[in-house]
């Protein structure tokens, strides 16, 4: 997730939402301690209240982009990226179709996705309300006694 998020960040405020966070679209690649996203197809660079929502992928697709008509903002990616962390924790649909975290995942890391998928967009986080690269270092403190994965940095973006 914190490999995601550095990746949301720079995306995000380049003027990029990506449209369509599912894990299939998520490379992992374990010898580099790296988290690859992939597949821009629904992506949209600048986007206005005119610009066109060109899909989705259901369960993974927040509330506000079932709705065709509204355009793609970064919180759409913060939901989808929830959606994908509880997939990923729970090894399947079954808690993703009932937006449930698995129970057996600490209080903080839950908080933290509940944030993510808030149905209400103006909830969720949003790069203005908050630094989320360093929230999910607080996240990690909190829930395993400290901020870093004890992997080594990416180079050049830490």
């Keep these: ?25 998520i490379i992992i690649q374990p010898e580099d301690h790296m988290a690859v996203l992939v597949d821009y197809g629904f992506s949209a660079m600048r986007p206005t209240r005119d610009s066109d929502n060109r899909g989705y992928t259901e369960f993974f697709a927040p509330p506000e982009q079932l709705n065709k008509n509204s355009p793609l ?11 994908t962390m509880i997939y990923a924790l729970s090894g399947g ?19 933290f996705i509940r944030k ?4 209400d967009v103006l ?4 790069w203005s309300k908050e630094d989320l690269f360093q929230t999910i ?7 395993f006694g400290r901020a870093r994965s ?5 180079a050049g973006l830490y």
């Design 73 to 83: 903002i970064p919180e759409c990616d913060f939901y989808s990226l929830g959606m």
């Design 93 to 111: 649909m079954d808690n993703v179709k009932r937006l449930r975290v698995p129970e057996n995942v600490p209080e903080p890391v839950c908080d």
């Design 1 to 25: 997730a914190e490999r995601l998020i550095n990746a949301l960040k720079y995306m995000h405020l380049s003027g990029v939402v990506h449209g369509d966070i599912k894990p299939q679209n």
């Design 137 to 143: 270092q607080d996240v990690r403190t909190r829930a």
């Design 123 to 126: 909830a969720r986080p949003n």
């Design 116 to 119: 993510l998928i808030a149905r």
């Design 150 to 154: 004890q992997m080594r940095p990416i």
